[in-house]
């Protein structure tokens, strides 16, 4: 019988941690027949393995108690950004065979119904636990209705899903409306009463990162009559979606635009070779801000060259966590419904802010991701 402990959980220590024993090595197990492929993404150059990452944060997850090979089913979203490459990566690093577990990662392509069916397999292997980073927050409820009556535990990570809490049993992830907010303060402590008119470049049409990302900053637009967004495309999270809204908002508003605000870094690499052949200025010394999510390595690296002005983080490092969470539902233990991983927010050297920190080489030296 699985105990549920309904506080919420604030991960910041313990997100980078993993069991010592794995590291880099493809745990990826093999789809069934008619599954979806299986993740193919090599990990990004810069990806070290998470104990790295783990450095200075603490604890690592308990490796599988019995002995037995603990199976866990990961239904990824797909290997659209850096930031599900290092997500993948550290599911791997984590859910390794010398921490006790046997990992299923589909990658799902951006496909709900190439998820659904992932999921749906997992069930017929009966696996132990199922995982699931939604791609959209709609449509979950017959196939968490048909792991409920199988008996599967289900834990949601990264991003949420438009169902009763009941239907899953516990959620990992990050709060991408907060994100969204500090962009948002940001931008108005930047900018200091002057004029915005604002492009964004949203993430995929339908994932709650993106909901929550426009959200946030909308409430603090709202607030701002000096502001105007003039337009917001989805760039579907990748950096030719990036590349081609920015083509098209440049051929729209040439001329009438100060900030560009992408839902993540890879959007921002596209946006930022859209604007560079266009002959526009970009960054700290430039005519247009840049606001960016993710604060990867290279986004970061982006940020610390000043042409990213602005990086509000979103951890993708979150296995350990999700670890946590199954080694005390193995145990029989409470283990916590919602745990929340803490993000952070950087801008380029010569910005100071109270919402975020100012780049430096250090910061940008330990971001193994
Ligand atoms: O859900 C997290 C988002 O998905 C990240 O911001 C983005 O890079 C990824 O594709």
Redesign the pocket.
Known sequence: MLRKKLAVLLATAMVAAVAAGCGGADNTSAPAADAPATEDAAPAEDAAPAEDAAADDGEAAAPAASGDVITVGYAQ?GH??D??TANTQNYQDVFCEANGYELSLIDCDNDNAAQLEAVRNFITQQLDYIVI?PIETAGWDTVLQEAQDAGIPVIIA??EIAADASMYDAWVGTNTKNEGITAGNWLAEYLDGKEAKILVIE?SVG?S?TLGRSEGFNEVAKEHSEWEILDSQSGD?TQDGGQEVMESFIKSYEGQFNVVVC????EAYGAMDAMDAAGIKYGVDGDVIIIS??ATHDGLQYTLDGKINCNVE?NPIQAAVVAEVIQKMQNGEDYEATTLVNDEAFVAPGIESQHATTMTEEILAGRAY
């Not at 839902?263 to 890879?266: C, Y």
């Open positions: 979203v659209e950004s930031w599900r980073a990264d991003r993430g994932a990162a999270f839902h993540n870094d890879n999510f993710d979103c």
